[in-house]
């Protein structure tokens, strides 16, 4: 009695939320979907809306009739919504295909209500004719029972969730009846009313045999159907009762008026809870769903949904696997010890034998397990009650809004008031005390955590002392069992800490290093991840937790590893080790489990403690299959050769060998997979370390071409450009084989590819510039080419042998493409590169007339290396009047401008070995004395002093020329000089300077 009585003057702890505002016409019907998130809602104007309350998203609506749609409801079994409305019809749509499937006349007035039977396939209907229907889809929708009785409009109907063949209708003729299936009487009629009566329903839960109705005379009504007498009225509306409801999940009743207003009343002791007013106007309609805590309210102006209360069942688990929890105020005991083990399947519901402990005195919201499992603690309505376990009986009790164990499984604190806690010991009060900054909520664990507005706060469990405050808004703390490791978990994402309790010692002998918050040294950081916990245990080192997007993952090192992707959202309970397995319940009291197994916790918890001897005897019991999640693991604490010993995932290994540079173990492995991407990776690892060989053959086992073509030019290996040439080719790999041959100076092979892969207008222009002669051939195929997409373009390119105006020089360019096909058949060493002049200031053209001017009257001048002399070049330059070049120096023509410069020569000179990787630079001789016109007229002053003195001639030695040889040539100079022809009309022929001339 005592009990009872303290129960009814703590208020129920409540959570209510809105979760969706949805504004429309007045909504007369509001309808909750079991599986989707679904608020239906049926309108005065005669649509029907549903909408998303998660995404806050309006996603079907029907256009059923132009008068006001009064009743609507799910049957999911169907996919159907069915309405009832003005017009005297009632409709049946397919929510999924909104496609109208069925519609008849119901009844010749108004039709007010539906309800659907939760077995059978029927719909009871009831209307302004003062009649129920009962109809069967099955056969047609034929009407298998009227319903006679009642001297006024039919407002509501309810079938009997306890008995499904009997049902209740609320009448204006101010009764409510109770009917049986079968029978066109009514059983009884349940009178006390003094106006019309518009709703009523069922009692859901426990034994108790209620009915409740709501009036136009303000009042609301409990009857006893069995004894059929009022139990209770509930007074305080201000306006007519248009809409009741048992909540089928909470001890709560609810009631709708047309005052506006939603009262929440708790359902054993009649008290008012809260009253909610959403400013929409008058309440027309409550919407509730079994195994939801959501309501939907229907209002003139919209509808609402809220959430009451937490989903997060009542349920405990021991270490030993004996379950309790609480059904509404029932209390049930279940046990996994008679579970097959070995029969169990990850995510399958458990067989659980259930049995009944008994009834609460209070309705459970939290149900909880003392550490060692003796004793478990039900709290609910501000109060607490301590039970034995094994046989329910009553150990202790009171008024707590808060209660939380402590580690040691004799001692718990509870929170009183937002200011006020108590600590208990063996179940008597030890101590009471007022935290500084005030008490929101407390946690338990190896230190008493106490939430406030200034954040976390632990204190000793023994002397109430402040250990730690930390500035942080906590939702749920979580201690591991040695007291070690601490989980703080907000809202949206947890970190991961370690008490050091020497440190709190040692503070405890020098208060000065004690601050106002706390020893600072108290906690270290591990780790913080951005993710909400949802529930959370520790197993040794390991955090196991789910979160907000039904995933369950372990924390471990800083590594997540993800045990499963949840269907739905579940609720930890507990870790059996013997079992290997994991267990969670979901608010269905559905048990599930996971396997997890205790070898890998083990491991990674002795890693972690850097116990390796435990490591290392623990790792021959972790099963194969299970030994890359290990090396994951040990990869990511550092140890990334003991990740590849232990690793049995190739690709995981390979990683790791390529991480640890191990080669050998790489090539292995990439052998073994034949993979492109693992024999490039190879290649760039052995190239980093110098080995060039094996770099090679990855490269080739990879068909990596491009990777080849930078090994080949950078080692300067012609032979192996050549073979890459070849096989680039034959794979269709165009641009490196074109490059290939391009450094080699296959110019043919070239002009080849670029015809072969269709790349006709390149091919012309690269004619053009490298190979003349082959212009004509190339012009053709482009006009062919370009004739198909347009004829008149295709007409409009000129061949040069056509058009030979607009192609100046072409004949000289031939000439100078001969001339420089000779040049690259010529291997010149790689050391000359120095020597030889650079492509960009050679003129091919100029080249090639300089040695048309010399070819009959000088040999070419060479050094020792068969490379032209520069000084003799200009020398010879001097004497001829000419721009003169040696052969070697020429480079291929450009037959736009006989001056244009060709910037990008291939290959070199001659057939470029690839130890010749620059083009000649002649003009650059190793004799730097004659680099300008004026040294070169001091050679030759020199050359014609010698001449005066009868001594040889320095010209003997360059080239052969004698001045013999000059003479000859001046003299046929002079013969061939045309005296007629000069104009000396000007001239005196008395000048003496003339003559001095």
Not at 28 to 44: A, G, I, N, Q, R
Request: some cysteine; proline content about 3%.
């Amino acid at each position: 009695d005592s009990l009872l009585q303290e129960t009814s003057k703590m208020p129920l702890r409540l959570d209510i939320k809105r979760r969706l505002t949805a504004r429309s016409d007045r909504v007369k019907s509001c309808d909750l979907h079991p599986t989707e998130p679904w608020m239906l809602v049926s309108l005065y104007n005669g649509n029907v809306h549903i909408w998303n309350h998660e995404s806050q998203q309006l996603v079907k609506s029907f256009e059923v009739c132009d008068l006001p749609v009064r009743a609507s409801v799910f049957v999911p079994r169907k996919n159907w919504v069915v309405t009832g409305s003005d017009d005297m019809q009632v409709r049946v749509f397919n929510y999924n295909t909104l496609e109208r499937l069925h519609a008849f006349d119901a009844h010749s007035d108004y039709v007010r209500s539906i309800a659907v039977h939760p077995t059978q396939p029927f719909i009871l209907t009831c209307s302004d004719d003062m009649l129920i229907k009962l109809w069967n889809w099955e056969k047609n929708w034929v009407c298998q029972q009227v319903f006679e009785g009642h001297t006024h409009y039919v407002m509501e109907v309810k079938v009997n969730p306890k008995d499904n063949n009997t049902f209740a209708s609320a009448s204006l003729d101010r009764t409510v009846k109770v009917w049986q299936l079968g029978s066109a009487q009514p059983n009884f009629t349940l009178e006390g009313h003094e106006k019309g009566v518009n709703c009523v329903d069922y009692y859901m839960g426990g034994d108790k045999p209620y009915l409740i109705s709501g009036a136009d005379d303000r009042m609301v009504k409990i009857w006893d159907y069995q004894n059929k007498t009022c139990v209770q009225t509930l007074e305080g509306h201000a306006q007519n009762i248009a809409s009741v409801s048992f909540h089928p999940e909470l001890p709560i009743i609810l009631t709708g008026s047309e005052d506006g207003t939603v009262k929440i009343w708790h359902a054993n002791t009649y008290r008012l809870e809260t009253t909610l007013n959403y400013g929409l106007e008058r309440v027309w309609s409550i919407g509730v769903l079994r195994g939801s805590n959501n309501v939907a309210l229907g209002y003139d102006e919209g509808a609402i949904l809220i959430k009451l209360g937490r989903e997060e069942p009542a349920m405990s688990m021991d270490a030993g696997g004996k379950i309790i929890w609480a059904k509404h105020s029932e209390l049930q005991q279940a046990s996994l010890k008679a579970l097959e083990k070995e029969e169990i399947q990850d995510g399958e519901r458990l067989p659980l034998a259930v049995k009944d402990m008994g009834s609460c005195e209070v309705y459970p919201q939290t149900v909880q397990h003392n550490p060692n499992g003796r004793f478990v603690v039900v709290c609910g309505d501000g109060e607490y009650i301590i039970y034995t376990a094994m046989a329910l009986r009553n150990k202790s009790f009171g008024s707590a809004q808060e209660f939380v164990w402590a580690a040691d499984s004799s001692e718990y604190a509870v929170r009183e008031s937002s200011s006020s806690i108590k600590l208990f010991k063996n179940f008597k009060e030890k101590k009471s005390f007022k935290p500084e900054f005030g008490a929101e909520n407390i946690f338990g664990g190896a230190l008493l955590g106490v939430k406030s507005v200034s954040g976390l706060a632990f204190y000793d469990w023994e002397t109430q002392e402040l250990v730690r405050r930390i500035e942080i808004q906590p939702r749920v703390v979580y201690w591991s069992e040695t007291g070690e490791l601490c989980c703080i978990a907000t809202e949206d994402s947890y970190f991961i800490l370690k008490y050091q309790s020497e440190a709190v010692a040692a503070a405890a002998e020098n208060p000065e290093k004690v601050t106002e918050d706390g020893i600072e040294d108290a906690f270290d950081v591990l780790g913080e991840v951005s993710e909400t916990v949802k529930t959370g245990l520790w197993v040794g080192d390991c955090f196991i937790y789910t979160n907000s997007v039904n995933r369950l993952n372990y924390y471990v090192g800083g590594e997540i590893v993800t045990v499963s992707h949840l269907d739905r959202t579940m609720y930890l309970l507990g870790y059996i080790p013997q079992d290997n397995r994991l267990y969670l319940g979901d608010k269905e009291l559905n048990v599930v489990s996971f396997q997890l197994l205790l070898s890998v916790l083990e491991y990674q918890t002795a890693v972690m403690r850097r116990d390796f001897d435990t490591a290392d005897r623990v790792l021959p019991t972790v099963p194969k299959e299970q030994r890359t999640r290990v090396a994951h693991f040990l990869e990511k604490q550092g140890f990334k050769k003991q990740a590849l010993a232990v690793s049995s995932d190739a690709e995981h290994k390979f990683d790791l060998a390529i991480q640890l540079g191990d080669l050998d173990c790489a090539y292995t492995l990439a052998k073994e997979s034949a993979s492109e991407q693992k024999w490039k990776q190879l290649a760039e690892l052995a190239t980093s370390q110098a080995k060039f060989e094996l770099a090679q053959q990855c490269l080739h086992e990879a068909q990596d071409h491009g990777g080849l073509l930078l090994l080949a030019t950078a080692a300067g290996n012609a032979d192996m450009v050549a073979k890459l040439g070849l096989q680039a080719d034959q794979a269709g790999k165009h641009n490196v084989s074109f490059l290939s041959y391009f450094l080699l100076g296959d110019l043919e092979r070239c002009l080849e590819i670029l015809l072969t892969s269709n790349r006709i207008p390149e091919a012309a222009f690269f004619a053009r510039t490298y190979l003349p002669s082959e212009i004509s051939r190339v012009v053709e195929m482009w006009r062919v080419q370009l004739g198909k997409v347009n004829e008149k373009a295709g007409q409009s390119l000129a061949d040069p042998k056509d058009y030979a105006n607009l192609f100046p020089d072409y004949e000289a360019s031939l000439q100078a493409q001969q001339m420089l096909a000779k040049e690259r058949t010529k291997v010149i060493p790689a050391e000359d590169w120095k020597e030889i002049m650079a492509n960009y200031e050679r003129k091919p053209l100029e080249e090639l007339n300089a040695l048309a001017d010399e070819e009959e009257m000088i040999d070419e001048v060479l050094d020792d290396k068969d490379h032209p002399i520069a000084g003799a070049i200009g020398l010879r330059e001097e004497l001829t009047g000419g721009n003169f070049e040696s052969d070697d120096e020429t480079e291929e023509v450009s037959p736009d401008d006989e001056t244009e410069e060709v910037s990008h020569r291939p290959g070199g000179e001659g057939r470029a070995s690839m130890d010749c990787s620059v083009e000649a630079d002649n003009d650059n001789d190793v004799d730097k004395d004659y680099n300008s016109e004026e040294d070169l007229d001091k050679l030759l002053d020199e050359e014609l002093d010698d001449l005066d003195i009868g001594e040889p001639s320095k010209l003997d030695t360059v080239g052969g020329i004698t001045t013999e040889d000059l003479e000859a040539e001046l003299e046929m100079d002079l013969d061939n000089l045309k005296l007629d022809d000069i104009d000396t009309t000007d001239v005196n022929l008395d000048d003496e300077e003339l003559l001095e001339d």
